[in-house]
């Protein structure tokens, strides 16, 4: 069986020597290109190093809240810590690391020589990137140019009327507005280009019921985009109005509503979440069938639930209100919506479940990653059921319960997926794979450590500990369960600096990957790794949903079942 | 490249399994000194309201229970049948699409678990939110304020702040207390888990919720929905008494702060008290002090705590609070009035006769 | 570039005809719908605070019917679509007369909506301080004259560029993706017409 | 050397010349200036106006320039690119395929029952169901409504504490809610049977109309109390019994009427290929996989 296995390192693509440039040249060539790759990339930069930045917050918050009556920090800074770590993994991590990888990959999987937009693409990124720095900023410049700095403190939804110019007066509010602002017109910017582009720029016989699921995702997460983020583009111009020039949409001293700010942010808030989990749907979508070596089961279902997500997610917002007093009736309905959602989200779950099933598992990084994905969305979808019940939610929502419900989500299933997909796609970005050893360690310290966090934090808010508080009593019983979720926190930072070396490292040592390490089935595994700037030389066509499958099993070619 | 990953399966279980040593280890020595039970555990229901959402929750975890032990078993079950094994082949495996009615059937079967869970649902919603108000019930408005509570009871005449005395309420001729609740400046949320879910607190908006505890004792809790600096200081304690206990308290209350005082500093006290900025915020009944903006202090020494719950009151603390608020509760919204030590002596021994 | 070589499938057959949408027309009405996302918050919460007030003047005491700029901005889409379809059969100079009433049309309507605001704060005395209704009156209607403001832009741009023969055929797509702007910043102001002065008056 | 080495070798030695290039849109600083500028623009409102102006000029700057990189003409570089095609390479292109069979990938199992089969079998069972609950009603509070109110009473809390005897009357209110629950439960069972009878090997009907019955009867035992205190009340479990067992019996006998009858060898498969997300023929595979591992032929080199 000599001729079983090609000698990769035969096609090594990566050239050995490659011409020194200045500093300035190459910061020149990023700054001003348009390639969607290098954008995407851009994008997952400036997310990773937010990440470490809202990672740091998160330790020091975990810190304070180790031990009861602990004065590691004060009120004011503790307050400000929750509200920046909440507001950069939202805004600065969540969503321009999902939007890199969108860019990244949806052109490469429709068979596309670029976005369909490349200079807004290039405006969506920089825009997003300066709104970032905008935030931060406020460390330095709070009450603007002449004052101490001070971060806004009012929490990641900035509840009015809190936000008022009465009870947040500087300038550390409009930080938080004017920075979200921006990076709402980079998202909307980028999804805008990732719809156009998956319905105006597919490679020849790529029919939308042909499209990678990873594409159908991006899509629907782009259409969300749109229609979540613009409401809170509106509310926060509302809330600049008030604030700049004495306008009262959410002053309560003059008739105006502080529900009315609620049911804003969360109209964007909700289906935010779905914006999130979409991608990591998506990846979950081309990785657990590479490595069971097996079709997706039910494309066409799968199809039809993130569309139906999509839509029923728009209608659920005031789940995150049931303690406002809404009512009965609204109450109700609100209930009956949150938990139709759990029907589409199930049909997925069972879908990968019998994708799986039945196939040849090969348990490589990726692989373990969506496993863990599985588990952990699994426990993160049933614990929303819980909280969909308006009257549990009474007692849960606001308390710790809802922390780790949202973090399990959060980190359990989209940070999970995302490293998934870091050690997938990283051999074709950089044509280089990823050492396995060490990403071992980081699955299991991180896996570890987010199950001793997010398992042990749900149980404070049974026993009745509120979000955002600074420090606690003793007595309450929330004092080891505190102790172990901040010890769980440090373990899963280790494994996230174990990532990172990773990363580094195998830029320059892992081993050579050639252009299809995993043998997969979409059109990215087409090109060489890393890909030329143009994508692909010459235009594919394709015939079924894994075109590669196509290639390499001619005699029994996908096309003939679909 | 991946059939050399598989030979090195025994490198991908050794950190896990000394990881794995390690975490039981940790949370077996971490629960060994078991918790004391908590006394805002929401399981431990105390009142009608939170008896039924035990009772939902009771429901909706079973199910989700059965759930994830149905799916993640048959996960668990494919993830280990289905792995690949050294000496498989390394073919693929047969390529299978979907099934119309295995899909089917995991989509109807859920959605009749939500119907049901739907039905229970709304049914608690609707015995708690929608049910008429009995004639005997009690009726108390609370103001949150940034960072403490004002409770109103506009049918006895009392005013009084942080520490909520309801009567209890026998089953057979229930006497539950009515909570009226709005804000007088940011969002608050009244939580006491043992009596019932929290509600929030609005301000321009009436919210009500209500309680009806049938055995005395103290029910704790706190602001559940951030307000400003000292969120995590804004408690909330809840005093069910008998019908005995309760007259007797509200009979105390209603009087004014005593003018005749005896003893000569506390009398002293209250000159000075009078003359100062104080009765700008707080209200002595009985006296000029009429401010609104703080909490009623006409029966201050009769309350356990001050600053809103995380203080014991006793005359040094209370003294190191007039002097400094914001030594015991970085944040709060009273200001340090620079007393002199005399000052801060006999305001405290006057404030300390405010039965 | 030294490595170029690929695996991509390029089998024969693929589909006959292959169409696809155009990008612009995309692109714009993906902007439309995040832009009606933001409308319809405002609209919202005009709606919601319609006689809520805490003090006067009241809507009822001071707006009266813009009949003459929403007929203007009405009738300009109708030029802005003849503008187009005169581009289309490489008719420049029916592009530059369409362009040139609609920025004519829409310079009205602004106008209109000035001397509106004027009046409304220089005699009545309602400015977005005053209440609930001159909060959401301005923002809403100052946001579609900011979009109006920005179609006018664009279309001076084409109409000079038009004049100067700069544009022809090959640029009526580009002329349709801004005029599909136009029809939406007038769909928009039936909406607050509706909203505003039909049954918040 | 094999084959597929070789034409790789040839296609980076650059055998299959075709110089050729390919239009890229060119790069620009543009897009960078003018997020710049607007986000100055934006930081004068929390610093000082002197930055917004800054922002204006960036802002300006950028709009012309953006301007003239797309018109008249969108301004492109020329990439060059040397296309050739390379044959696909993995490590299981040149295994030995299973011969195809028309079983070998589909949508499993081969037949499956239109969604319709099992509404109407809800419909069906659904009002068989009504007969005994409203014998039920009639034998002990000599009504018909009762029965229809109990079940609606779930949703109804001020009935909770109500008679039998307000039970026993008519009230709209009550008849469409309990239409409403049972319309809703008897479709979906229902689908529910149209979907799983045929994965159940023997006797369809005997599994449709009295195991599915009291195993559910069993699970809202338990659960009821929750669900619906007024009817764990005053339900009658004989009679709950007997209602659900004539939905089953009458939707599995509707159902099944629709059902083409399996071959015998269908039923000596296992669940997983009767539930579809299985190939049927595993045994075949497994077979063949078998007689691989005792050949002779060392393995080993394909991991090296």
């Known amino acids: ?562 | 490249m991946t059939p050399a990953l598989l030979q090195r399966r025994s490198r991908f279980a050794t950190p896990a399994r000394a990881l794995f040593c390690g975490m039981s280890l940790f949370v077996g020595t971490a629960f060994a000194k078991s918790p004391a039970l908590s006394p805002t555990n929401m399981f431990d229901a105390a009142a009608t309201p939170a008896h039924s959402i035990v009772g939902l929750s009771t429901l909706v975890l079973s199910v989700t229970l059965g759930i994830f032990l149905v799916v993640g078993g048959l996960l668990l079950y494919a993830l280990i049948r289905y792995r690949h094994r050294p000496e498989d082949s390394t073919r693929e495996p047969a390529q299978i699409y979907g099934s119309n009615q295995i899909e089917l059937s995991w989509t109807v079967i859920p959605i009749l678990i939500v119907v049901m869970l739907f039905l229970s649902t709304t049914r608690i919603i609707l015995g708690t939110e929608a049910i008429p108000k009995p004639a005997s019930a009690l009726d108390v408005t609370v103001i949150g304020h940034q960072f403490w509570w004002e409770y109103r009871y506009p049918k006895l005449g009392i005013v009084t702040a942080n520490e909520l005395h309801i009567p209890i309420s026998d089953p057979s001729k229930p006497t539950p207390t009515y909570l009226e609740m709005s804000s007088a400046d940011v969002a608050h949320s009244f939580w006491v888990p043992r009596l019932a879910g929290k509600m929030d607190v609005i301000p321009n908006r009436l919210n009500t919720m209500w309680v009806d505890p049938p055995q005395p004792g103290l029910y704790l809790g706190q602001c559940a929905q951030y307000c400003g600096t000292q969120h995590a200081k804004m408690l909330l304690r809840v005093y069910a008494d008998t019908p005995e206990q309760f007259a007797a308290w509200a009979a105390q209350q209603k009087q004014s702060a005593q003018q005749n005082l005896t003893n000569p500093v506390a009398a002293e006290g209250r000159e000075v008290f009078l003359h100062s900025a104080c009765i700008n915020c707080h209200t002595v009944a009985g006296t000029i002090a009429n401010g609104r903006f703080g909490p009623d202090l006409t029966h201050l020494a009769s309350r356990d705590t001050i600053g809103a719950g995380p203080i014991k009151n006793t005359p040094e603390n209370l003294r190191s609070w007039i002097d400094d608020p914001n030594i015991m509760k970085p944040g709060a919204l009273m200001p340090s009035m620079h007393l002199n030590q005399h000052d801060l002596d006999v305001i405290t021994a006057y404030l300390t006769t405010l039965q | ?201 | 050397m094999d084959e597929v080495t070789r034409i790789q070798q040839q296609a980076q030695h650059g055998h299959a010349h075709q110089a050729d290039t390919v239009h890229l849109p060119e790069p620009t600083a543009m897009p960078m200036v003018l997020a710049l500028g607007i986000s100055l623009l934006i930081t004068g409102m929390v610093t000082h106006w002197v930055i917004s102006l800054l922002g204006l000029i960036f802002t300006l700057r950028a709009i012309v320039g953006w301007f003239f990189d797309v018109f008249p003409h969108e301004k492109h570089i020329d990439v060059p690119v040397e296309a050739g095609i390379l044959a696909i390479t993995t490590t299981r292109t040149t295994r030995d395929q299973l011969p195809v069979s028309a079983d070998h990938r589909k949508l499993l199992p081969v037949e499956t029952f239109s969604i319709t089969s099992g509404i109407k079998g809800g419909i069906a069972g659904g009002i068989a169901m009504i007969i005994p609950a409203a014998v039920f009603g009639l034998a002990r509070y000599h009504s018909v409504w009762y029965a229809v109110n109990l079940l609606a009473a779930g949703g109804f809390v001020r009935w909770a504490g109500e008679s039998n005897a307000f039970l026993a009357q008519f009230h709209l209110e009550g008849l469409l809610a309990a239409t409403g629950i049972h319309a809703l439960t008897s479709v979906l069972i229902g689908l529910l049977y149209g979907a799983m009878l045929p994965m159940f090997p023997r006797k369809p009907i005997l599994t449709a109309g009295f195991v599915a019955p009291l195993l559910w009867t069993g699970i809202l035992y338990s659960a009821i109390g929750i669900i619906s205190p007024i009817l764990n009340d005053r339900i009658s479990w004989r009679w709950f019994i007997l209602s659900q067992i004539a939905f089953g019996l009458v939707c599995g006998f509707v159902v099944n009427l629709q059902v083409r009858v399996r071959t015998p060898q269908f039923r000596a498969l296992p669940f997983a290929v009767r539930a579809g997300i299985h190939s049927d023929n595993i045994e075949q595979i497994e077979q063949i996989e078998e007689a691989e591992k005792t050949k002779p032929v060392d393995k080993k080199d394909d991991y090296v």
């Open chain 3, 1 to 201: 570039m030294s490595q170029t070589t690929s695996t991509i499938p390029i089998t024969a057959s693929g589909e006959p005809v292959w169409e696809l949408p155009s990008r612009g027309v995309v692109g714009m009405a993906c902007l439309i719908i995040a832009e009606a996302a933001i409308f319809i918050i405002f609209v919202v919460a005009y709606i919601f605070y319609m006689g809520k007030s805490l003090s006067g003047p009241t809507p009822q005491q001071v707006l009266e019917l813009p009949i003459f700029g929403t007929i203007c901005l009405l009738s300009s889409s109708f030029t802005v679509h003849y503008a187009v379809s005169a581009l289309r059969k490489d008719n420049l100079r029916g592009c530059i007369l369409g362009l040139g009433s609609t920025v004519l049309l829409g310079a009205i309507f602004l106008a209109t909506t000035a001397q509106e605001w004027y009046h409304l704060i220089h005699d009545h005395g309602l400015t977005i301080t005053t209440n609930l209704f001159g909060t959401t009156y301005y923002s809403l209607v100052g946001l579609h004259a900011t979009h109006v403001v920005v179609g006018l832009i664009m279309l001076t741009l084409a109409f000079g560029l038009a004049l100067r023969g700069n544009v022809h055929e090959a640029h009526s797509e580009k002329l349709e993706v801004l005029s599909l702007y136009w029809h939406f910043v007038d769909a928009v102001w039936v909406v607050v017409f509706l909203v505003v002065y039909v049954i918040g008056r």
């Open chain 1, 1 to 562: 069986m000599a001729n079983a296995n090609p000698v990769w390192e035969a096609i090594d693509e990566t050239p050995t020597t490659r011409p020194r440039r200045l500093v300035l040249e190459v910061v020149h060539d990023w700054v001003t290109t348009v390639d969607h790759k290098k954008i995407g990339l851009m994008y997952i930069a400036y997310a990773l190093i937010f990440l470490v930045i809202a990672g740091i917050e998160a330790m020091l918050i975990r810190i304070q809240l180790a031990v009861p009556n602990n004065h590691f920090v004060s009120p004011q800074v503790f307050n400000r810590l929750f509200t920046m770590h909440g507001t950069t993994m939202v805004f600065f991590v969540g969503m321009p690391i999902l939007f890199g990888f969108g860019n990244y990959l949806v052109p490469l999987m429709i068979g596309a020589r670029d976005m369909a937009f490349p200079r807004l693409n290039a405006f969506s990124f920089w825009i997003s990137a300066f709104g970032g720095i905008l935030l931060y900023f406020s460390y330095i410049g709070g009450s603007g140019l002449y004052g101490a700095g001070s971060a806004p403190d009012i929490g990641w939804f900035a509840y009015a009327p809190l936000t008022a110019k009465v009870f947040s007066p500087g300038h550390s509010t409009d930080y938080w507005t004017l920075a979200v602002f921006l990076s709402g017109i980079g998202s909307v910017g980028t999804a805008l280009n990732i719809v156009t582009t998956t319905l105006c720029l597919r490679c020849k016989g790529m029919k939308l019921s042909r499209m990678p699921l990873l594409v159908w995702l991006y899509l629907v997460q782009g259409g969300l985009v749109f229609v979540a983020v613009g409401p809170l583009t509106a509310a926060q111009i509302m809330l600049l109005l008030d604030r700049y020039l004495g306008s009262h949409f959410f002053d309560t001293q003059a008739g105006g509503s502080a529900v009315l700010w609620m049911h804003f942010f969360w109209i964007f808030g909700h289906p935010e979440v779905y914006v999130l989990v979409l991608p990591a749907f998506a990846f979950v979508n081309e990785i657990v069938p590479v490595f069971s070596r097996k079709a997706i089961f039910g494309y066409p279902a799968m199809v039809a639930a993130s569309v139906g997500i999509g839509f029923i997610s728009l209608s659920v917002w005031a789940h995150h209100m049931f303690t406002v007093g809404l009512g009965a009736a609204g109450n109700t309905f609100f209930v009956f919506a949150t938990m139709v959602i759990s029907v589409p989200t199930g049909i997925k779950i069972f879908n990968w479940l019998a994708t799986i099933w039945g196939g040849k598992i090969i348990f490589a990084v990726p692989m373990m990653f969506c496993v863990a994905f599985l588990f952990q969305f699994l426990i993160a979808g049933l614990t929303g059921i819980m909280l969909s019940a308006a009257p549990f939610d009474w007692q849960l929502s606001a308390s710790y319960f809802v922390i780790a419900h949202f973090h399990y989500v959060l980190v359990g299933a989209i940070l999970t997926a995302l490293f998934g997909a870091f050690y997938y796609w990283y051999p074709k970005v950089t044509g280089r794979m990823m050492n396995e050893t060490l990403g071992k360690w980081h699955f299991w310290l991180f896996i570890i450590g987010f199950h001793l966090t997010f398992d042990f934090m749900h149980i404070p808010g049974l026993l009745g500990m509120p979000r955002r508080i600074y420090t606690y009593e003793a007595g309450r019983g929330w004092d080891n369960l505190n102790l172990i979720v901040s010890i769980g926190g440090f373990v899963q930072a280790i494994g996230i600096l174990i990532f990172v070396y990773n990363l580094i490292r195998s830029r320059t040592q892992g081993d050579i990957a050639g252009h299809d390490p995993w043998d997969a089935w979409t059109l990215e595994w087409a090109v060489p790794s890393p890909p030329p700037s143009y994508n692909f030389a010459v235009e594919p066509t394709v015939n079924s949903r894994r075109p590669l499958w196509d290639l390499k099993h001619p005699e029994d070619p996908d096309s003939d079942y679909e």
